[in-house]
Each structure stands twice: as structure tokens, then as C-alpha cells.
């Protein structure tokens, strides 16, 4: 799997929903959601994702931003 949507550090906000794949599904393809407590990458970009740590204390690389859609 190719990683064709890059997600830069500057896209991230502590307090924002994402989806992360955490270290042990790195071959699954299965990925957490939760909010972002720290931001743990420091470049502006990573080839595997930027790394976060989330409010429920897991740690892993952002795969997707949730949008948030409610009023």
C-alpha cells in the first residue's frame, strides 16, 4: 500500500479526531480513532505519518483527519 495522501504536522491540531494505525497493525490495515492529546513527530512530515499520542493514551501514526460535521 502506497502512502499517496501525505498528512503534514501543521494539518494536526491537539483536540482533533483522527484515525491512527498504531504499531502492531502496521500489516493489518486496521486503524483507532480518537483525539489527539500531543503531537510526537517533529518534522513537518513523515513518509509513514506523523506520530501522536491520543487522549485514551495510544500512541501511532495518523493515517486520516475526521471531519468534524456536527452542528
Do not use: C, Y
Not at 10 to 28: A, C, E, F, Y
Not at 38 to 60: D, F
Request: net charge positive; hydrophobic share 35%; no cysteine.
Amino acid at each position: 500500500m502506497n502512502e499517496i495522501n501525505t498528512i503534514f504536522r501543521n494539518q494536526i491540531k491537539k483536540g482533533q479526531r483522527v484515525r491512527i494505525k498504531l504499531k502492531r497493525d502496521q500489516n493489518t490495515g486496521v486503524l483507532n480513532e480518537g483525539i489527539v492529546e500531543q503531537i510526537l513527530t517533529a518534522s513537518a512530515a513523515h513518509p509513514h505519518g506523523i506520530k501522536v499520542r491520543l487522549e485514551n493514551g495510544m500512541i501511532g501514526r495518523v493515517k486520516e483527519l475526521v471531519e468534524n460535521n456536527k452542528s
